[in-house]
């Protein structure tokens, strides 16, 4: 933490998730849909390895209940 | 007929006296010039005005304006009818907070299974019953805004707290939904419409005669809108101070003194101006602030939007006039205008507190 290009970019996007994950809960949206990893911008295998792995997840989950929301 | 014109003639603002009593009276307008309800009202009388000005969107519609008006002109009332308008032309306010409670608010008009009871620790509370407690929002608010230490929650708590004591078993539910003040005045009536359609069905399948409320918003929003959209309720709605004044005078219930803490109250718009309540809180006050009852001013933002500089203008002036009355405490009966003060307070590095109005009653009950 701290060892990011945008300064406290990553300290601030840690407290967001941690926000969210919470209002996700209360929401009654299942919290596995939701996910943190840390990317740096050099590592362009692996932020399409989680992608790809992530997708697949949410794929085999099917739809959520909110179709029309936000 | 123009739309606008239309306006007009629904809310009779034909019979405005041209007398500026408005823009004088409003809080806004004091901060940011460039907003005069004044000349919306004038230009819409002429024709010029149009449903993209931005301005409408100042608006806090806190009553401060059109109770004053010699012509009996509801002017939040235009300014909520121009908002519905322009929402769906496609113009809006800016959201505060990136739009996220707006989204959190949209979310709830889906099928949902939310988890917001999950504060309920030590209160009593029922399935089904003749009490229906209405939380509102609170739960959401205590997650978002506990960097600035809002304590949402603790007040939810309180209350249940205070109705146990009461002998008051509520239901509290897990599919209680967002009121819909805030889409209502946000220009977004359909939302509006499909959150109060699920809670109008949670509160029938619940058996309810009474629904209890302790946010300012969600009263005045059942009370004087679900009727206007779905025709009269089949429960009362009640405010908890004067559900509170009532068992205070039957003695139910008995306050203690203060003791040491000095404190003041901060009249909520939607509490005192649009509902009326002025009394019952003041059976705890200690100082007046000079702009109290109908002239108290308004906590500087509504409905999560055009969040500004302005609004820090407004509340630090009003944190300052609360101290100004020696009071070391501020006290509040609205979720949102806690937010807000305690928002100026972190911002500016204030000294005086903030305290929700139920945690002070809370922590006054006399208990056996």
């Keep these: 933490m701290g060892d990011c290009h945008y300064l406290d970019g990553n300290v601030k996007a840690e407290k967001m998730f941690k926000m969210t994950q919470e209002l996700v809960k209360i929401l009654g949206i299942d919290p596995v849909r939701l996910r943190l990893e840390w990317v740096s911008s050099a590592e362009g295998g692996r932020f399409a390895e989680i992608a790809r792995e992530f997708t697949g997840q949410i794929i085999s989950l099917g739809p959520s209940s909110l179709k029309q929301a936000a | 007929m123009t739309a606008i014109a239309d ?30 309800p004044r000349q919306i009202i004038e230009r819409s009388l002429y024709e010029l005005e149009e449903f993209s000005d931005h301005t409408i969107w100042n608006c806090l519609t806190c009553a401060q304006c059109s109770i004053r008006c010699p012509a009996d002109i509801n002017f939040p009332e235009f300014i909520r ?20 409670l707006q989204t959190i608010m949209s979310i709830q008009t889906q099928d949902v299974q939310q988890n917001r009871t999950y504060w309920i620790e030590e209160g009593k509370t029922q399935e089904t019953g003749d009490v229906f407690y209405f939380v509102g929002c609170r739960p959401y608010f205590d997650v978002v805004f506990r960097d600035i230490d809002a304590g949402s929650i603790t ?12 002998g008051v078993e509520p239901v509290v539910s897990n599919n209680e939904r967002c009121c819909g003040h805030d889409a209502l005045w946000n220009g977004n009536e359909e939302k509006f419409k499909q959150l109060a359609r699920l809670n109008l069905d949670l ?10 409320f302790s946010c300012p918003e969600g009263y005045h929003t059942f009370k004087n809108f679900y009727p206007k959209y779905f025709g009269e309720l089949d429960f009362e709605p009640v405010h908890i101070l004067d559900f509170l004044a009532d068992k205070l005078s039957e003695g139910v219930i008995q306050l203690e003194g203060s003791g040491e803490k000095v404190v003041t109250f901060h009249d909520p718009c939607r509490l005192g101006r649009l ?29 999560w939007m055009n969040c500004s500089s302005c609004s820090k203008e407004i509340q630090l002036e009003r944190l300052k006039e609360a101290g100004d009355t020696g009071a070391g405490t501020l006290i509040t009966a609205c979720p949102k205008c806690q937010i807000h003060f305690r928002c100026a307070k972190a911002a500016f590095d204030l000294d005086i507190e903030i305290t929700d109005l139920y945690d002070l009653v809370a922590d006054r009950l006399k208990t056996e």
Aim: aromatic residues 6%; glycine residues 10%.
């Design chain 2, 81 to 100: 009818l121009m908002r519905d308008e322009a929402h769906s032309m496609g113009f809006d306010g800016v959201p505060a907070h990136n739009g996220m």
């Design chain 2, 203 to 212: 509160i029938r399948s619940s058996g309810a005669k009474q629904v209890v």
């Design chain 2, 7 to 36: 306006l007009i003639n629904t809310t009779k603002t034909y019979y405005c006296l041209d007398c500026g009593v408005c823009t004088g009276s409003c809080p806004v307008s004091r901060v940011f010039p460039e907003f005069s």
């Design chain 2, 155 to 166: 007040a939810a708590q309180n209350v249940l707290k205070i109705l146990n004591t009461c």
């Design chain 2, 275 to 303: 509902a009326g309540i002025y009394d019952a809180p003041r059976k705890i006050l200690e100082k007046e602030m000079p702009r109290s009852r109908e002239n108290g001013i308004c906590c500087g933002t509504s409905g």
